[in-house]
């Protein structure tokens, strides 16, 4: 690999309990791997509101790292999302992963702007940008959005977050790498400025990582289910296979010109730690070792 890699993670937020101080550790150990920033996410319809703003000024006023917090706008009127976005600003975090959101469980499926709300991603990407000075990332669909009716319609979008102030497209994960580099080359061909980032999930449960597939439209490869078959009850050579893959994909990417990784971690660091320590991510000098 001629150029060194960067990464970022991706938390939910923790509920209060084990689950708090397990993320704790896991924010802990992959401080040491010295990523971009890591973001927290925000649940459908704001469901986890207080949690993620509570996690993102811990991550603020306890570690090194940059902190970049999720916002959605569905369901919500601009006012109340423009108080969430002014909360951010309050802890210290000057980065929103802008999303359009999906609508809570047993409203419906498919999205319907707010009355008083921001109408999609790009106009709420135009109004935190109207706030403050944010960096502001958005999602990108290297399979395209399930409610989009083509990738031409995606790339539309983009534009228009691009234009309105985003400068950075986090994907969606996948696995097979020729959708990343096809939705790579045709953002660049229609002159949009924006980084493109590979979302990288590795896989700790096959099952788990199939039901995610069908509700975003994310392809599962023949060969990958037959690298995971029968280690349902083998979590050691599921974890050691896990890592495998998700190295070989980010030095495929890597051998494309690709340099950025945003990672979905789930709240677990064994899996992402050992992944990146594989990419010669987040090992000491020689002068540190030797201290």
């Known amino acids: 690999m001629?150029?060194?890699?960067?990464?970022?993670?991706?938390?939910?937020?923790?509920?209060?309990?084990?689950?708090?101080?397990?993320?704790?550790?896991?924010?802990?150990?992959?401080?040491?791997?010295?990523?971009?920033?890591?973001?927290?996410?925000?649940?459908?319809?704001?469901?986890?509101?207080?949690?993620?703003?509570?996690?993102?000024?811990?991550?603020?006023?306890?570690?090194?790292?940059?902190?970049?917090?999720?916002?959605?706008?569905?369901?919500?009127?601009?006012?109340?999302?423009?108080?969430?976005?002014?909360?951010?600003?309050?802890?210290?975090?000057n980065h929103i992963v802008a999303l359009r959101g999906d609508p809570p469980a047993g409203v419906g499926t498919r999205f319907s702007p707010h009355p008083e709300g921001y109408r999609n991603a790009a106009d709420l990407v135009r109004g935190i940008r109207e706030i403050g000075a944010?960096?502001?990332?958005?999602?990108?669909?290297?399979?395209?959005?399930?409610?989009?009716?083509?990738?031409?319609?995606?790339?539309?979008?983009?534009?228009?977050?691009?234009?309105?102030?985003?400068?950075?497209?986090?994907?969606?994960?996948?696995?097979?790498?020729?959708?990343?580099?096809?939705?790579?080359?045709?953002?660049?061909?229609?002159?949009?400025?924006?980084?493109?980032?590979?979302?990288?999930?590795?896989?700790?449960?096959f099952a788990r990582v199939c039901e995610f597939a069908a509700k975003c439209g994310a392809h599962i490869p023949p060969d990958l289910e037959r690298r995971f078959a029968g280690l349902d009850k083998d979590p050691e050579t599921r974890n050691l296979v896990a890592a495998m893959v998700a190295a070989e994909q980010v030095h495929a990417l890597s051998r494309e010109g690709v340099t950025d990784f945003h990672f979905y971690t789930l709240n677990r660091s064994d899996l992402v730690y050992a992944i990146c320590r594989v990419l010669g991510l987040g090992a000491p000098n020689e002068n540190e070792a030797a201290a």
């Open 2 to 93: 001629t150029s060194p890699l960067r990464v970022s993670f991706e938390f939910f937020p923790p509920k209060p309990g084990e689950a708090e101080d397990s993320f704790w550790a896991t924010v802990k150990r992959l401080e040491t791997i010295n990523p971009d920033f890591v973001s927290v996410t925000y649940g459908a319809g704001g469901t986890t509101q207080d949690r993620t703003l509570a996690t993102l000024s811990r991550i603020t006023s306890q570690t090194h790292l940059k902190a970049a917090g999720h916002l959605t706008c569905v369901g919500k009127s601009k006012e109340d999302v423009n108080s969430v976005i002014r909360a951010y600003q309050a802890a210290g975090v």
């Open 134 to 205: 944010f960096e502001v990332s958005v999602s990108a669909y290297p399979e395209r959005h399930p409610d989009s009716v083509s990738i031409e319609e995606d790339l539309a979008f983009m534009a228009d977050k691009a234009e309105n102030g985003a400068s950075r497209a986090l994907s969606q994960f996948f696995f097979h790498n020729a959708f990343f580099l096809r939705l790579r080359d045709r953002i660049a061909a229609r002159g949009i400025k924006i980084n493109l980032v590979p979302g990288i999930l590795p896989i700790t449960n």
